[in-house]
């Protein structure tokens, strides 16, 4: 009866094993496909994303001195279509690298503040080698040990900053191009619209829009790297 019970016990957890290998690769199956439709949409995400910056490019030429010559080169018979299809070119490849200029400073940091081994060194450096406070120090030292004391959270700090400045400003650049105001007002429109609670003239769906811009493939990347742990997990 032992041999009985124990063989039937081998069965069953030989078929709960395979059940949950079964179970374990349908998830992975479907987080890889999620995985794949996340590439689709940042990729989508990141092409609508450009198309501001581009305008900004667009509208930093056109104030250039020398601007007009564009616009007479643009005006002549048939030559002006290459040259239009040029300028359009320069403004997309601006707008690209300022795009991708942007998005590094905001990537950067957040990658960098979600990764252990950085942050472990460190946390360890910052809590080694610490100068202690001694009230007969004189207030040279005093300044000296509190600078020293912070050279090691210095890169930290900046990252910090760095992130935070940079979102800030991508924020108010993309306002710009999406006005915060109805009619096509500017930021400091939106501040004394604030001031006064005058919430009617505030156009949520452009500062919902830029939001969008700012955050949107931070959003979509942090979410596919959570979905690529999942799947190392339960593969």
């Not at 041999?3 to 059940?19: F, R, V």
């Amino acid at each position: 009866m032992a041999i009985g019970s124990s063989s039937k016990s081998k069965s069953s957890n030989n078929y709960s094993d395979a059940g949950s290998k079964q179970q374990g690769g349908r998830s992975t199956f479907l987080f890889k496909v999620l995985n794949f439709a996340i590439w689709g949409i940042c990729g989508a995400v990141i092409l609508t994303n450009i198309k501001p910056y581009e305008q900004l490019a667009g509208m930093y030429f056109s104030r250039l001195d020398y601007s007009y010559l564009g616009d007479a080169l643009v005006a002549i018979p048939i030559v002006g279509l290459f040259f239009s299809l040029l300028f359009r070119f320069a403004n997309l490849t601006a707008g690209t690298l300022l795009w991708i200029f942007v998005q590094a400073l905001e990537l950067i940091p957040t990658e960098l503040m979600g990764h252990e081994q950085f942050l472990d060194k460190n946390i360890q450096r910052a809590n080694r080698n610490n100068y202690q406070k001694d009230s007969r120090d004189s207030w040279e030292v005093k300044v000296a040990k509190r600078m020293r004391n912070s050279v090691s959270t210095e890169v930290l700090r900046f990252l910090i900053l760095l992130g935070a400045l940079t979102y800030i400003a991508d924020f108010f650049l993309c306002l710009t191009i999406f006005p915060p105001v109805q009619g096509g007002g500017n930021i400091w429109q939106l501040l004394d619209a604030i001031s006064l609670q005058r919430w009617s003239v505030i156009d949520w769906g452009n500062i919902l829009q830029a939001a969008t811009t700012v955050g949107a493939v931070q959003f979509l990347l942090k979410l596919r790297k959570i979905i690529v742990r999942v799947i190392q997990d339960i593969a």
